[in-house]
């Protein structure tokens, strides 16, 4: 799959928004964590991210 978001800027952060579809297919939900494993290489980055559910603390 292959999506494309804005950066946009909140309180001096970057943001993104994650695209709804990868949200309901993730079953991401507000309060949720989520891990970024990152591999940068001078070709780009690899980006992995896990799911924390809120209740699994």
Do not use: C, H, Q, R
């Not at 991210?49 to 603390?57: G, I, N, P, Y």
Request: proline share 2%; aromatic share 6%; hydrophobic share 35%.
């Amino acid at each position: 799959m292959k999506y494309e978001t804005k950066a946009g800027s909140v309180g001096g952060s970057t943001t993104t928004v994650i695209p709804s579809t990868l949200v309901k297919l993730l079953e991401i939900e507000k309060g949720d964590k989520l891990i970024w494993n990152i591999d940068v290489s001078d070709k780009g980055a690899v980006v992995i991210f896990s799911v924390k559910k809120e209740d699994e603390d």
